[in-house]
């Protein structure tokens, strides 16, 4: 089995800062792609930011140049530093991982149950 375990959400004012993280545990052979997506009501889930195991990332539009990405690869474990936070950007962020639980596996997504992240005007 494979289990992802988020900290770090809460309430804070516009233009501060939170981080979260993301811990993989459980059966796992090799981490691909590790993310952040989030889901504000009434809305779709829409990718936040991913990291490759080999360190590249991505990012929304709306987040460039405030969030970072980032995974400690040894400790299965990826963040979200998030910095000048927006009221829009209220939402609970769900943590994936793409990864294979052996050498001879397909990759399957997991994901965490989700952090709510809100921001006050």
């Known amino acids: 089995q494979v289990q992802l375990v988020e900290s770090g959400g809460g309430l804070v004012q516009a233009g501060g800062s939170l981080r979260l993280s993301c811990a993989a545990s459980?059966?796992?052979?090799?981490?691909?792609?590790m993310g952040w997506y989030r889901q504000a009501p009434g809305k779709q889930r829409e990718l936040v930011a991913v990291v490759t195991s080999g360190g590249r990332t991505n990012y929304a539009d709306s987040v460039k140049g405030r969030f970072t990405i980032y995974r400690d690869n040894a400790k299965n474990t990826v963040y979200l530093q998030m910095n000048s936070l927006k009221p829009e950007d209220t939402a609970v962020y769900y943590c994936n991982a793409g990864l294979i639980r052996s050498n001879i596996a397909q990759s399957s997504n997991y994901w965490g149950q989700g952090t709510q992240v809100t921001v006050s005007s």
């Open positions: 459980g059966s796992i052979f090799r981490i691909n792609t």
